[in-house]
């Protein structure tokens, strides 16, 4: 694979923030500074970026922060047919040493992009960003609501006995439901009556969340059948973690291998080998939702397909423990997973 110094001119490193992007040319072959610009982040700062472009030869462009501050500009170049490349982090350690300025950070973003000998595209729109939005609303939602039933057992705890009788032995469900229905009484003290008030408000909070978050796996759901249908098949993987899958995953080539994926989910074991001693340490880094999803497919086949729980017992056999059978399982899962993605039949 040749490198990106050898198929373009020049790359244009871009360190985009909310209101303003700014973006600095360097020459391919030297790494040497051509010329900067500063433009607001609308359609009209885009274009202004992209005349920049112009007028230089073969070119590149390489963006910090490309699902983000820099999203809008990578759709408008990535329309206009540029070649687009998404930068994961900016090189932190000749900060330490050295100033600071977005231009300088636009430069650095240009001559990283130069020195990598893997490059990453930008994820698509589509399908794939919907289900981003939707996740990331389900999952503000659910998290809002388990805070709310925290907040709703802690003053149930604290309550007055009155209050206390009316929830005591009863589940979390049982206790929203309860909640839900509370009235208040003419004979209540003061404190009675407001715990109740805010008891019922926080059930009822608990209560819609939930439903939210329902209305948005359902929507989920809808567009997995129709993108890729093929996931669903799979043991162990339902709507949301096949849509994580998606998100992760993105399109067809812009993740290079098996190895590349399993990397990403956190899956591939890290060399760490010194002397004549070859181990492994454990991958902490990658995607860490797309890393969970595998854990809960690995745990769900683990426990009800057979194929899986043959393969666990032969491997405890073997002297493995648990955690490291769970490891190999995601490894496998997230390889398997790729092929299907890659290289599965896409629904008509």
């Given amino acids: 694979m040749p490198s ?57 462009w390489a963006l910090e922060g490309a699902g983000g501050y820099g999203a809008g500009l990578a759709r408008h170049l990535v329309a206009a047919g540029e070649q687009v490349i998404e930068l994961d982090r900016p090189a932190r350690a000749p900060r330490r ?79 929203t439901t309860t909640a839900t229905r509370l009235r208040t009484r003419a004979s209540w003290d003061a404190h009675t009556v407001t715990t109740a008030t805010v008891l019922r408000a926080l059930a009822r909070r608990t209560t819609a ?36 899958v998606l998100i992760c995953w993105s399109h ?31 991958n902490r880094s990658g995607d860490r939702q797309l890393n969970r999803a595998l854990h809960v497919v690995a745990l769900s086949r683990t426990r009800y397909d057979e194929r899986t729980s043959d393969y666990v017992e032969r491997r405890r056999a073997q002297g493995k423990t648990d955690r490291e059978i769970r490891r190999c399982l995601k490894r496998y899962i997230a390889r398997d997973l790729f092929r299907q993605l890659e290289h599965g039949a896409l629904p008509a």
């Fill in 4 to 60: 990106l110094a050898e198929v373009v001119d020049v790359v244009i490193g871009v360190d985009t923030h909310k209101h303003t992007h700014t973006a600095a040319v360097v020459d391919a072959s030297t790494g040497g500074l051509l010329a900067e610009l500063t433009a607001p982040t609308d359609p009209g700062g885009y274009q202004q970026l992209l005349d920049l472009a112009r007028q230089h030869g073969a070119r590149a």
């Fill in 97 to 175: 040493h050295g100033a600071k300025s977005d231009s300088l950070d636009a430069a650095r973003a240009a001559r990283e992009a130069l020195g990598r000998s893997h490059l990453a595209q930008v994820k698509s729109d589509g399908p794939r960003a919907q289900l981003a939005a939707l996740m990331a609303a389900r999952r503000s939602a659910v998290e809002a609501a388990t805070l709310a039933q925290r907040q709703l057992h802690a003053l149930v705890i604290a309550a007055p006995e009155t209050l206390r009788a009316m929830f005591r032995g009863q589940s979390t469900t049982a206790m």
């Fill in 209 to 244: 969340l939930q439903r939210e978050a329902r209305d948005h796996e359902h929507a989920m759901a809808t567009i997995v059948r129709a993108w890729r249908p093929d996931l669903l098949e799979q043991p162990g993987i339902g709507t949301i973690v096949a849509a994580q």
């Fill in 252 to 282: 067809p080539g812009r993740i290079r291998s098996e190895a590349a994926f399993a990397m990403l989910a956190g899956t591939a074991p890290i060399p760490a080998s010194s002397g004549l001693r070859t181990r492994h340490r454990l």
